[in-house]
Structure formats: C-alpha cells, structure tokens
C-alpha cells in the first residue's frame, strides 16, 4: 500500500475518534509507515553520517557505548526500528557506516611507541631493549604513511616510569584527539619461560619456543567494533607478508597471559584490561610485530627487510581502512 493511501485510510478511521484516542492513532500511523530517508525530512542529521569524515563519527559517540559496542548490531533493521521511535541516542555501532572513508590528508593516526626511555620493556636475547625495536618501527611506519599522504600522523614517544606512563600516553593521544591509535610492541615471554645463554661476553635470556606478531583489542574500548575492524586490517597484512602469528596466546601455559583468539586465521586476540586500549577515546590496537627473545626472530626484527614489510603492511592497513576499495583495486 502506497504511503498516501495508507493515510487517507487511516484518516476515515479517525473521524469519530474522541481526542485523547487521536494520539494513540498518531503515533501508529509514524511506526507502521516506512521509513524513507528522501521523505523523512523531518528527521534530524542522526541518521545522515558522514562517509568521509571520521570525526563526525567520533562525535556521534554516546556515553556507555563500550558494552553496546560489543554486539554487532544489525544496523539497517534496528536503525528503521529506532527511527520509527523517534529521536534517540544511538551507540555508534548503529550510527555508524560499516566501514567509513576518511580523508589521508585529515585522518589523525597515533603510532604509540610502546614503553619508555626509563622503562624500556622486554629485554631482547641480545640485551637490547624493546623501546629501541619499537621506536625504530613506529618512525618507519610513520615515515610510510607520511609519504602516503597520511600527513597528521602523529608519533607517541611517552616518558616516566612504566604505569605512570601509561595514564600519560593515553591522556597525550586523548589531547590529540586522534581518529586511530597503533601502539607498537615487540614480544617477549613470561620469565619462567627464559633460558640463560651469554652473548658477546654478557649473560642474557632467551626462549626460541615461541615466534611471531599477535595483534590485540580491547573489547572495553569506547569504539570496540572499529578496533576490531582495523585489528582485522593489520593482522590480514602480517600474514599477508608471509608471517605468521604467536599462537600461545590462546594456550594454557600463558597462565594470566593467556587471551581470547578472535579470529584464529590471522592471529587477534582480545586483551580487555590494557590501559591503552579501553581508556584511550578513540579505536585503539596493538601490535606485537614480533619476538625479540627468540634468537633467531630478533635477527629478523632487527633487519631492514623485516622492518620494511612490517611498515608496509601496516600502512596498507590503514589504507584499507581509510577506504576498502584500496583493497581491491590498489591506489586509486
Ligand atoms: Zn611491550
């Protein structure tokens, strides 16, 4: 039945209708009539988002979406649903397009470089310290996407003492108010794990029995559904380089480090406590591009060819991420 029909139907039926009935017969006629967006002029912008500008979406955030977040909605049903209801406050995993397209030349990415000058995290089986792995990485990665156009790409460099720091990146990157935020890490295993060995006349530690990246989300973060999104886009490029993911993350042995595998063809895994990923505003993810306890996997990471697929992998991911048709036809 066509709209106006279905009116001037229910119009016959209203005639005769005490006033306060009126109302009830109002509000019957706005939920069974179809919802068309060039007719629903009434309607605010809730529902016009924009495809190009992430920020927009960042503003469409409502209070609580984390918990929300966590369910894949059904967004075109359950938006017709809303609308019909009238004007509410929607979770963005409603509000938003699956996959927004953002413009390189605005999009604010935040490489984090994982640790500190002061606290410098895993120790490598050569004693070098994984801050010295991650800055290298993250300043390559920055130097790609730069040259990708990315130009608001931001480097983190952070200071202070391990948890302290913590709270202060996440505040720097909060103040940034970036669109994306990377923080960049390279593995290393629990200590009961660590075998001794000496290396150029100095003691060390290492573990060969584990290699690989892992790339890990919060499901706490604000913007849970778009930090799994982009985790998907990076994990896809590290097997897509030919690497392979750290599997022990799903295993017993981990003890506490042990997390949920989210998709166990590329390698993400929830990690929902860390501070980085569920108090940052903006969709966060981290990966651990590979390890540097194994011996021969540091070899590797401290190459420049290593480097250099990592870097590429993840610039092609935030391409991908910008605009999916990157994935399918190259540089447009
Ligand atoms: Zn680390």
Known sequence: MRRCELIRVLGGIVVGLRPHRLLVVAIAVFALLPIETGNAGWLPDLFKISSKHPKSQKRAKSAKPARLARHRAPSKPRATRLAALGP???????????????????????????????????????????????????????????????????????????????????????????????????????????????????????????SGYSVFVSRENPDFETSLRFAELVAGEMKAQGLRYAEQYSQAIMGRDQHPLLNKETGVYS??????????????????????????????????????????????????????????????
């Open 88 to 210: 509410v406050a929607l979770p963005p995993s409603v509000s938003k397009p699956a996959a927004g397209k953002c413009d390189p030349a605005t999009f604010r990415i935040v490489l984090d470089v994982g640790h500190t000058a002061e606290s410098e995290g895993a120790i490598s089986a050569r004693n070098v310290a994984e801050f010295a792995f991650n800055l290298r990485l993250a300043r390559l990665i920055e130097e790609k996407l730069k040259a990708e156009g990315f130009a608001e790409t931001r480097l983190l460099l952070t200071e202070g003492k391990a948890r302290p720091s913590l709270f202060r990146r996440v505040a720097s990157a909060n103040n940034l108010r970036a669109d994306l935020l990377l923080s960049i890490h390279h593995d290393s295993v629990p200590n009961k794990m660590l075998e001794d060995w000496e290396f150029e006349g100095r003691k060390g530690h290492f573990s060969d029995r584990f």
């Open 271 to 332: 990690y929902d406590e860390l501070i980085v990923l569920r108090k940052t505003a903006m969709p966060a993810v981290l990966l651990e591009a590979g390890s540097i306890i194994n011996r021969d996997e540091e070899l590797k990471m401290g190459s420049p060819e290593r480097r250099n697929s990592i870097a590429g992998g993840v610039a092609s991911a935030v391409k991908e991420f910008c605009d999916p048709r990157w994935a399918l036809f190259g540089p447009l």
